[in-house]
Structures are given as structure tokens and as C-alpha cells.
């Protein structure tokens, strides 16, 4: 396995950040977050804006635009299968009808997700969190899993997830495991009850009560927070406790820029054919 340093340099072109603790004149040795080893961009819904949400298609739409990193929501089928659908129904992004929870996977291999986009993407099936899987480590990409349970199903989302990600993704690879996110604190301990080794983030729509007590009792890595609710107060909040900091879903060039400069780790967007993945944000031209 390549050291930290080097992965990150693969996928970031920059050097590691560092944030030391605020106490740190405390203490006698001197602690550090750990290198975040994702590239700064991440392509949300699979880049599912110029192409059918969370579909292989869309997937290699990014890759194409130079997306390294992929945000996928994922679910389960009425049989248990892990699969990448947002909503809790099927009629917006595919063929189908009525709830994901109650369509078997069989069922689900006959739809179509990406006739409703456009007229190119006929034909598109819905993918199995496996087959992205396998894309990803063939490709070389990586993946940001957000949990998106159906109602009532955030443990065993977790554990399905989470038991998928170790059955296939290499764990002394080359390739930074998959981060596992949810707004769903259930969902994630679950996850981490099946494989603490994966990197966990909380996602946050509002600052609810004991959010970040949360956060650090499911042993997250990351912060995954609404892009309105950064500022220095919350960042300062983070990386106190060595949380790295992610905000979604950014598609406007003048929050990318305040977000960088407020020292985010990371940025998921729609936009893939307005931002280079391959930079950081730049200041936008007033
Ligand atoms: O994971 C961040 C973002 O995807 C959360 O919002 O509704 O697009 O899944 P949503
Ligand atoms: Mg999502």
C-alpha cells in the first residue's frame, strides 16, 4: 500500500493538511488530523445532472469531465440488496412504480433509470451497489456511499452496505476505502458495528442538538454539512475534534470559493461542467 502521502497526492494534487488542535500549547505532543486522502471534488448523485442520477452512465460521464470521486445514495431492494436510488420511490428516476422497499431486486433489474432523463440514456439499468463497486476499483475511482434507508431500514441498510464495501473493496489496496455517509446516525453505527474500518461522516441539514457528541460517538471521520450552515464557528467546532469538513451540494462558483477559503476539505457538486476537479475553486469574478 502506498503511504497516506502519496494517495493523496494521486487523487488531490496538493499536499496534506494538517490542523492542529486549538489546545495544542496543552499538550506535549503536537496532534494532527490525519491526511484526508479524497480528492477535493466530488461528484454528487453519481453526476447525475447531464446524465440519469446514480447510474453507471453518469458515473462515466464524471470520470470523463475528470472526476475522481463519486457521491452515490444507496438502498435496499425488498430482498436485501444494496442498490443506488435516492428517493424512497421509484416513479422519478425510473420505469417502476410504488416503493423501493417493497420491489425486489429481480423486479428492479427490469427498469429503466434513464428514460426519464433524456432519450440517450434508454435503456440504462438500475446498478447494484456491487457492480459500482467493481467499476470503481477497475477504474480506479472512488466513492462517497451515503446510507439512504427506505423507512424503518437504517440498520440493516448499514450492515448490508458496510458488508458489501468489505467483501469487495481491497483493504490494503491502493484505493482509499469508500466513505460511508448518512443523515441517519442508525445507519452508520450500524455500518460501524459491521466494518469499523471504513471512514464514516455525519450529514447534516441542521445543526440538531448533540450533533457533534453524535458524530464523534459513531467514530465519524468527516462532517458532511449543507453549505449554508459553514462558517468559522462551525469549522473551528470541527476540527477541534479532528473531524474533517465536507459541505454538499455546492454548485455555485461564489460558495465554492467561500467554502475553500473557510478551509473545507472537500466540496460535492452537481456541476461537473462548471468546476475543474482538478483545482481548487478560484476567487469568482465579480
Ligand atoms: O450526500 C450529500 C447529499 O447527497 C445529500 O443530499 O438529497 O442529494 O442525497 P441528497
Ligand atoms: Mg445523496
Redesign the pocket.
Known sequence: MLPQRNIHALYSGRKPATRQHPMRFLAHTVQTMEPWPYPFWIA??GAGTLAPENTLPAIALGQRHGFRMF?C?VRLSADGVPFLL?DDTLERTTSGHGTAASTTWQELTRLDAGRWHSATYAGTGVPSLEVVLNHCLQQGILV?L?L?PSPGQAHATGVAVARCVRQLWPQQGLLPAPLL?SFQPAALQAARATAPELPRGL?LDTLWPDWLESALDLGCTAL?AHHALWNADLVAQTSSRHLHALS??VNDPATAWRLTELGLDGL?TDRIDRFDPAAKPSRPCP
Do not use: A, F
Open positions: 454528487h448523485r457521491e445514495d435516492h462517497n451515503e439512504k455517509s450529514l458532511v454538499y451540494t460535492i
